[in-house]
């Protein structure tokens, strides 16, 4: 879903699909994240049976109900990245 426009014609982070948000987050801004994404990225197809952007709204639901519980999945869901988790572990 895209939202709003920049003033300067730049595209804005409210603008970009999740998936191009994500791979800019994790390409540039916290690469350290990257191998993160992916899992996760990934785990979402893998139990899609397929591409999870593929699925209905209620399918995609579904998926993620049964994520709620995977580390790296609520890892992608926190706001920092798990980054506070992980100062508070050392990691």
Not at 26 to 40: I, K, S
Not at 53 to 59: E, H, Q
Not at 70 to 77: A, G, I, N, S, T
């Given at each position: ?56 709204a209620d ?16 890892w992608f ?15």
């Amino acid at each position: 879903m895209l939202i709003g426009a920049a003033a300067n014609g730049r595209t804005t982070n409210a603008e970009m699909p999740a998936t191009q948000l994500w791979s800019q987050v994790a390409g540039t801004e916290r690469p350290h994240w990257a191998d993160r994404v992916l899992v996760v990225l990934d785990l979402l197809d893998r139990r899609s049976g397929g591409r999870f952007g593929d699925l209905d709204a209620d399918a995609r639901l579904a998926v993620i109900e049964t994520l709620l519980d995977d580390p790296d999945y609520v890892w992608f869901l926190s706001p920092s990245g798990g980054s506070d988790r992980a100062a508070r572990d050392g990691g």
